[in-house]
């Protein structure tokens, strides 16, 4: 397996859910409403962009800040 980038790695609802202290269904409302993109996989699952992740974290803290 290549070593991927840290902006390519891609997270699940749960990691998503622990970095915003939010429960993970709230993550998938998140995704539903397009705050934030989700891929999905070939089972159906959805993942989500480490990169977009932290950029959206940051608009969060900084509006939660503001």
Same mark, same amino acid.
């Given at each position: 397996?290549?070593? +991927?980038?840290?902006?390519?790695?891609?997270?699940?609802?749960?990691?998503?859910?622990?970095?915003?202290?939010?429960?993970? =269904?709230?993550?998938? +409302?998140?995704?539903?409403?397009? =705050?934030?993109?989700?891929? +999905?996989?070939?089972?159906?699952? +959805?993942?989500?962009?480490?990169?977009?992740?932290?950029?959206?974290?940051?608009?969060?803290?900084?509006?939660?800040?503001?």
């Amino acid at each position: 397996m290549t070593n +991927r980038h840290n902006d390519e790695e891609l997270l699940t609802p749960s990691e998503v859910a622990a970095l915003f202290r939010v429960n993970p =269904k709230t993550v998938t +409302r998140w995704a539903r409403a397009g =705050k934030i993109s989700a891929i +999905r996989t070939l089972g159906g699952h +959805r993942r989500f962009r480490a990169s977009e992740i932290r950029k959206f974290l940051e608009e969060v803290e900084s509006e939660q800040a503001g």
